[in-house]
């Protein structure tokens, strides 16, 4: 008899412990404060401090760079395929242009990008950007200031959208 109560009293702990630890856990479930797995809340987006510098924080600034790139790849396309009626010679030194420019083309981007955000574009940044790519032909010089002016006029555009 003793044993069987024994028995009785360690079931009925078992379930206890069992019924309280489903409790405790049940209590704060996710269901229950309105958690739905298929639609989570979308994510936090934290805000970027005024002491780090601007990169690209707009969708905005964004397609802007990807059009003016673009718009200066085909440009510079354009112009080689023109260049093919002058010869292979004048050709490949086209083609050696491009790769220059569009190196020159990262390099101002990346120096564009990464600036503070209180910093302007000055006209010693537009001078070494051309000073990097002096050497070139002046056809391709004249389709790259084309698009300097380009993006000059967009950059104050989404200043003045954006007032940076």
């Known amino acids: 008899m003793h044993q069987r109560s024994f028995k009785v009293v360690l079931l009925l702990l078992m379930f206890l412990i069992t019924l309280g630890a489903g409790l405790y856990a049940g209590g704060s479930s996710e269901a229950d404060q309105g958690y739905d797995p298929l639609n989570p809340p979308p994510p936090e987006i934290p805000e970027i401090?005024?002491?780090?510098?601007?990169?690209?924080?707009?969708?905005?600034d964004q397609l802007l760079i990807i059009e003016s790139y673009g718009g200066f790849l085909q440009s510079a396309r354009d112009l080689?395929?023109?260049?093919?009626?002058?010869?292979?010679?004048?050709?490949?030194?086209?083609?050696?242009?491009?790769?220059?420019v569009r190196q020159q083309w990262f390099v101002f981007f990346t120096h564009l990008?990464?600036?503070?955000?209180?910093?302007?574009?000055?006209?010693?940044?537009?001078?070494?950007?051309?000073?990097?790519?002096?050497?070139?032909?002046?056809?391709?010089?004249?389709?790259?200031?084309?698009?300097?002016?380009?993006?000059?006029?967009?950059?104050?555009?989404?200043?003045?959208?954006?007032?940076?």
């Open 49 to 60: 401090p005024e002491h780090i510098p601007r990169i690209i924080r707009t969708i905005d």
């Open 80 to 100: 080689l395929k023109d260049s093919k009626q002058f010869g292979l010679e004048r050709n490949a030194a086209g083609i050696q242009a491009f790769r220059t």
């Open 113 to 164: 990008t990464y600036r503070p955000k209180d910093d302007s574009l000055t006209s010693q940044d537009i001078a070494s950007f051309f000073d990097g790519i002096s050497s070139l032909d002046s056809d391709l010089i004249q389709v790259v200031e084309d698009l300097n002016d380009y993006i000059d006029s967009q950059r104050v555009l989404t200043s003045e959208k954006y007032q940076l």
